[in-house]
């Protein structure tokens, strides 16, 4: 190199750094899984506000299965930085981004994308906040064992696993996986931070609800029903469904207890929500429709299906919340609400989770009589103690926020320096 070349590629270098300081980190997070359930919802703004709070420097592109049903305007409205990609997009993603982030879930949901991502770039990726179980809740068959294999060949692959229960990290320890950093992590939904305090209040008002002055419960069948829905275009399981039959009365009874006496010992009111599509009608046959009417008086039905915005406004207002689902529970304590879990063999170990943050007394199994027995008194407490079930809903989510603060960490290490 003669002595002008050597001054000019000098001359440059700052140049050339400056640029390759300047080049973001990117990340594309494989999310958004189905809009009929607003914890599903949930999953996608609670890590995207992960991401935002502790990444605030990384370029993050949305890779999504659904935002129809007015999902996408809500996270283009809280998240204007990150772009929802599509098709090409996808294939422009591949090439430009850094790592592979697979969100919140039931399971590892996007396992097809992941391996495709990993084919096809050799770059990382990292699993955020799932539940691993041999036999799902939407199935009434355990899963074979070839599929559990080769679920955990992805993990294995993995910078990381976070599993948001500890009974998936321990089964998946039992199946052989070596992921250098398999750890507890909670559902990305304990981090949802969504409102629309318009609407909660509007709906509130029009009921006469007042802040602070009525429960949320949530109750569900042993299988969501998804052939009553025609935008999900399957069929009536006959099994599911005669099993749903088989045990609606059972499930349900112990929250209409808790309903009749809270009803009858406090001031407080009840609101019948759902968290999926095919809810409104449960709430209805087996709840509101088999309340004495005395107790009608003070419990309001909600016709129709809401999205994550308004739900959180509404439990940010509410004393508590007490059903069969897990995602409002989740969203509740990551906003201090006070939430009691029932949960049942159909379903994943999610619920578990609720042991893993400290809140096993607000935890109960419905297959076992002794627990059952349970829920009302547990409900009518909850109720009758405002004070101290917030304080016990404030310790589970700081657990939860310093979860969060140590897995985002490990995130930021897999990215580009």
Known sequence: MNRRHFIQSAAALPFISTIAAEKPKRLVLRSS?????????????????LLEKHLPEV??????????????????????????????????????????????GPSLVAQADVVKWSKATGKPYGVYGITFASQGSTSTKPSSDKSVLSTIEVFNGAKFVYFRDSVSLELA??????????????????????????????????HDLEEGKFLCCIPRLRYTPYWTLPEKKVAKDETKFARNEAMKEHDCKPLRDAIEKVINQTDLKILLCPEDKTQMAVNKEMIYDKLPDAAKARVVWRENYWLTDEAISTYRRSAGLFGHEMHSPIMCIGNGIPAIVCRWAEQTSKGFMWRDIGLNDWLFDLDK?????RVADTVLAMAKDPAGSKAKAAKARDFVMGKFVASMQVVKTHLPA
């Open 33 to 49: 899984w189905q809009t009929v359930n607003i914890g599903d919802i949930a999953h996608t703004p609670g890590v995207l506000a």
């Open 59 to 104: 370029e993050v592109r949305l890779w999504p299965s659904k935002v129809d049903n007015g999902v996408e305007e809500i996270l283009n409205a809280r998240f204007p930085k990150v772009k929802i990609i599509r098709g090409e997009e996808v294939k422009k993603a591949f090439e430009e981004c850094d790592f592979l982030l697979h969100g919140s």
């Open 173 to 206: 320890k039992s199946k052989g996986c070596t992921c250098p950093l398999m750890a507890y992590g909670p559902d990305g939904a304990f981090a949802v931070d969504l409102k629309d305090d318009a609407k909660a209040e509007a709906f509130l008002k029009a």
């Open 369 to 373: 009589e002794d627990e059952l027995a």
